[in-house]
């Protein structure tokens, strides 16, 4: 665990502040990274993020900073002002993450939309590349349903606006979309690759309770509804098999966390029981399997 008076002479030499009353504060959240926030006396004023060791396997930290850079030149994501091999500095964005997510739905469909119109960055970073090599490595359960799932999501048949592959977020989870009056700002783009549409749009509702998922977490339709409309908008009118595209990646999202629940188990120090949260992921997909995938 790096020191806070390393962090602070770091970021001396870099000549980041005037003020010798700059302090620094660790953040709770971020479970694959230690997160500080700089302070110039009561100000936040930058987010210092050391990244975590042995996560090859989850995390691309060279696709990750070209990344960031790419989307700092988007209007998307925060500002990067340092990015080194071990750690970067961003600016920070005020704002607040424990808003109730129904009264931001229709901006982040927006919001989503706009990352996705970005055109690709680099074409080898498939997301279902990264989920087959998760399953390779870890052997998890539910593996015959999963490839039937992937298998009928994959197949060039499935001609859907939603199923096309885009540059998305990968972990639209509450704490990593930031609110201020209004304005709607993405952060942590660890886990960003070219994904479906859908995937996104799935993942925030599968989430949209808070980060543990339980049973009947997942919201009512009519919710999952109106994320999906907001989203298509003015792009094209909004048809059933929208929504059942969107509750079948819900599957895959389960499926995916559970993946990455037990390469956390395996790999970091358990400062989260990740075993136990891999258990809840896949028992939803086992759950919800029969009723979205038919």
Sequence with gaps: MIEITKIKKIIQELDLFFNEKASITKINSGVTNQVFTILDGNKPTYIFRVYGNNLDSLIDR?????LIEYLNSNNIGPQIIINFKDYRIEKFINGNTK????QYQHKLGKKILELHQIPILNKSKC?????DFWVRI????????FNKLANYLKDEKQNLFLNEIVLGHGDLCLDNIIIKDEEINLIDFEYSCNLPRAFDLANHL?????LICKENSYPEKKIREFLIKSYLDEIKEYQPQDLKIVDMYSLISHYQWGCWGII???STNKQFNYKKYANYRFSLFKKY???FFN
């Design 99 to 102: 808003i109730d997510p129904s």
């Design 206 to 210: 599968c989430e949209y309770n808070g």
């Design 62 to 66: 060279n696709y990750e900073n070209k």
């Design 127 to 131: 997301f279902w590349k990264r989920l």
């Design 289 to 291: 399997y029969s009723q």
């Design 138 to 145: 870890i052997d998890p359960p539910y593996q015959t349903e």
């Design 264 to 266: 956390m188990q395996q």
